[in-house]
């Protein structure tokens, strides 16, 4: 039984699926794509950032009596506060990245693109931004637990991994 898709398109077959490799393969690929510029910018950003506190950390090092408990404490938030605003840019940034490209009229990052794959709605068809977003989500939250949710794509019919599943997605080849 065929699906009616847009216009002319046709829900794939099971050969039709990505390969886990074409896949595994795409994702070094985005992690390269964004990791390089991701590390350079948290390197750049945290250094800019912990400029400001030079001379607590040389004092810390040097004589670690000289200053208080509060300042030390107020030091080792400020620490915190960095990390959170790195983290928290680079994670938007990536959430940016796969939600507008999965969702866009390539279906897939860059990655995805040079292996010839591209995400697809479980009945065929491009997939909307909140389907992109939820899939992100599922994907950075659920699947690296053990990674069980990757895993799963080894043993399910149409190759889905935990992510898939919940986003009602389908990685096909192009």
Known sequence: MELELDKHETAPERSEYAGI????????LDGLI?????YIFTYVLTATL??????????M??????????EIF??????????????????IVYFLYYTL??????QGTLGKKI??????????????????????LAKSFLSPILLIGY???????RRQALHDMLAGTIVVKK
């Open 21 to 28: 490799g074409a896949r595994f393969v795409a994702s070094l």
């Open 34 to 38: 964004l990791g390089i510029p991701a």
């Open 50 to 59: 912990m400029l400001g506190n030079s001379d607590i950390m040389l004092m």
């Open 61 to 70: 090092e040097t004589d670690p009596e000289y200053l208080s408990d509060q």
């Open 74 to 91: 107020t030091f080792i938030i400020s620490m915190f506060k960095t990390i959170a605003i790195v983290g928290s840019i680079t994670f």
């Open 101 to 106: 490209m999965e969702s866009s009229k390539w």
């Open 115 to 136: 292996m010839n794959v591209q995400v697809a709605k479980a009945e065929g068809g491009r997939i909307s931004f909140g389907r992109a977003a939820g899939r992100f």
């Open 151 to 157: 895993i799963m794509a080894f043993f399910t019919e």
